[in-house]
């Protein structure tokens, strides 16, 4: 095996940086090309990062790359993964997984055939302050878990939606529920687990010239052990606050702010609870404002995470299948906006938009 996992990008847009910065100060992965259907993209960041810009078809033959990251738009994920696969070639995936259940599905059993290995970059679970709050999940900190909720109250402008004609269709990925709402949609299920129901409402109360999105989304959630929660996601607030993430159970409280554990109490005290209230930085950036306005650590936990996978044969942290239900409830909550109804799941994985 290669001493470092050689990595191509498929999407030299918006995220590419992220991808690009990870790639670079890792020790363990290395930027070899990167590919655009808009070759110029391609040549830009090349040249800005001092890899090769080649062309999509030449990535997916060249034996000297191990691993595509796909950054291509989000209903285009399953397909384009799927080819990576087919090049027997191991793969992340940008969130969500795709726009599409039986898509997802597709691509799952496509990685299982090649034997490569799949993982979807929802990389707020690397933050510490998650690992945190996970770690306390399993081992029953927070006695019964009543409540778990995610506020994020972001703003981004108009030209935000316009830079791209597939920020602007709701089929294509567009909208705060399924491009930024996501993340934390995933953390509660992450934390809280599986969902059995959800209501949603959804407006545009802010983006007058882009009519075709939602850039407000009021949720709430009843999972399926019992505990319900609130999702509360929005493009419109400006100038945008840290996100949070609340868990309360009968024994415990964790709020994450932004990456830091605001606040961490537990009936029973630990060892270790006072190192976690030092975790993150109040100064961190973490999309509140601008979608630039991340760093590229987690990004790079999950491009070391694959690359661990690949060297000990085991599957990367964060799989399709558990990305699936990520989907499944945002795709249920688009529902049950449209219809006014709560909705239950499973959804019907021909399901669409
Ligand atoms: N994890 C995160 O924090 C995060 C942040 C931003 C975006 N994203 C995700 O990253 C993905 C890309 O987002 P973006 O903002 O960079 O979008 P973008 O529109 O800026 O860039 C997409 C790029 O893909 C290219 N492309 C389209 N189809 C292609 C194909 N078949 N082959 C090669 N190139 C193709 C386009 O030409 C474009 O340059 C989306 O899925 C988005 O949800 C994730």
């Not at 209903?75 to 696969?85: C, L, S």
């Not at 090649?114 to 690397?126: E, P």
């Not at 509660?188 to 969902?195: F, N, R, S, T």
């Amino acid at each position: 095996m290669r001493e470092r996992i050689r990595f191509g990008l498929l999407g030299c847009g918006m995220v590419s940086q992220f991808h690009c910065d990870a790639l670079i100060h890792s020790d363990e992965a290395e930027l070899a090309a990167v590919a655009d259907v808009v070759e110029d993209r391609a040549r830009e960041v090349a040249e800005k990062y001092y890899c090769e810009a080649v062309s999509v078809d030449e990535l997916f033959e060249r034996d000297d790359i191990d691993v595509i990251n796909v950054l291509t738009p989000n209903a285009t994920h399953a397909d384009n993964a799927i080819r990576v696969a087919q090049a027997g070639k191991h793969c992340v995936v940008e969130k969500p997984p795709d726009m599409k259940l039986s898509q997802v599905d597709a691509m799952a059993a496509a990685f299982a055939a090649a034997g490569r290995k799949l993982a979807i970059c929802l990389n707020v679970r690397f933050r510490p302050a998650i690992e945190a709050m996970k770690q306390a999940c399993e081992t029953g900190r927070f006695g019964k878990i009543l409540q778990g909720d995610a506020y994020v109250k972001w703003y981004r402008p108009a030209d935000y939606y316009q830079r791209a004609p597939w920020l602007q269709d709701r089929s294509q990925g567009a909208g705060v529920t399924i491009q930024q709402g996501i993340h934390y949609i995933d953390l509660l299920q992450h934390l809280v687990g599986p969902v059995a129901r959800v209501w949603a409402e959804m407006t545009n109360v802010a983006h007058r010239d882009v009519p075709t999105v939602e850039d407000t989304l009021l949720a709430t959630l009843h999972f399926e052990k019992g505990a319900r929660g609130v999702v509360q996601a929005s493009t419109a607030f400006y100038p945008g606050t840290d996100i949070r993430i609340e868990i309360n159970g009968t024994q415990g409280t964790a709020v994450m702010v932004g990456e830091r554990l605001e606040m961490w109490d537990f009936e029973h005290e630990q060892p270790g609870d006072q190192e976690a209230r030092r975790i993150g930085s109040a100064a961190a950036l973490t999309g509140a404002g601008g979608a630039a306005d991340i760093g590229y650590m987690e990004h790079q936990r999950v491009m070391e995470d694959m690359v661990a996978a690949i060297r000990e044969d085991r599957e990367p942290r964060v799989t399709a299948q558990s990305a699936r239900h990520t989907l499944e409830i945002a795709l249920a909550m688009y529902k049950s906006a449209d219809s006014g109804e709560e909705v239950a799941l499973p959804l019907d994985p021909s399901f669409e938009l």
